[in-house]
């Protein structure tokens, strides 16, 4: 069985100062086993943490759209940041990613994807992140929740991590893949884990974020 993270952060991200080596001592710690490294606007990190990691590995990443961010996960190149929704969704779609709609709901984050555009996009959603750690309403995850079952796709859950310390705050339990067909399979069995991150956890991302801007 596998224990997997599908959303976590490296210094890749303007919001995080994790080194790939971090990222990979955390899992072990942990008994993470799969994981998903989802930078802002980066793949770098995930491709490093893949070619040093003994565990599987995700190309995923975040990507801001013009009506909010979402996640291209199985990527083989960057999706750059700024395009619109449509625009990015088909860059996921043709490079045979898979499209993973991320801490949607959350009214704490102007990015997060509102309601409309959910169900504007829900026949090319893959998968739907149903548990975020730092989601601070569980609101949100019920809404999530209550999406993936009405649309019958599969949940994910992930800790969202931009400090090593925050990986496995989240995690689902599910079966081994052998692709990205039989990933969403395993998913639909999986069981999601998991706890609300500190509120202050906030405070390292707005560190690192201020620490590369200066």
């Known amino acids: ?15 995080s100062s994790t080194d790939p080596t971090e990222v990979i001592r ?17 793949i770098e990190g995930a491709r490093e943490v893949k070619k040093l990691a003994s565990f599987y590995v995700i190309i995923a990443e975040e990507i801001l759209t013009d009506r909010g961010e979402i996640m291209g996960m199985f990527l083989e190149e960057l999706v750059p940041s700024g395009l619109s929704l449509e625009e990015s969704i088909k860059r996921i779609k043709q490079q045979g990613g898979l499209l993973c709609a991320q801490h949607p709901y959350d009214r704490f984050r102007a990015d997060a994807l509102k309601a409309e555009v959910m169900e504007e996009i829900k026949d090319q959603i893959d998968l739907v992140e149903v548990f975020n750690s730092r989601n601070p309403l569980l609101r949100s995850s019920r809404q999530a929740r209550e999406f993936a079952r009405l649309h019958n796709l ?42 609300r991150a500190n509120p202050l956890s906030h405070f390292s991302s707005m ?4 620490r590369k801007s200066v």
């Open 1 to 15: 069985m596998l224990k997997a993270d599908f959303h976590i952060h490296t210094r890749f991200s303007m919001d």
């Open 26 to 42: 955390a899992c072990q710690k942990k008994n993470i086993n799969c994981i998903a490294i989802s930078d802002h606007g980066a």
């Open 154 to 195: 599969p949940g994910s859950a992930g800790s969202d991590a931009h400090a090593a310390y925050e990986i496995g705050n989240a995690w689902v339990e599910m079966p081994e893949f052998q692709d990205k067909k039989d990933f969403l399979q395993k998913l639909a069995q999986g069981k999601v884990h998991g706890h």
């Open 207 to 210: 560190l690192s974020r201020i």
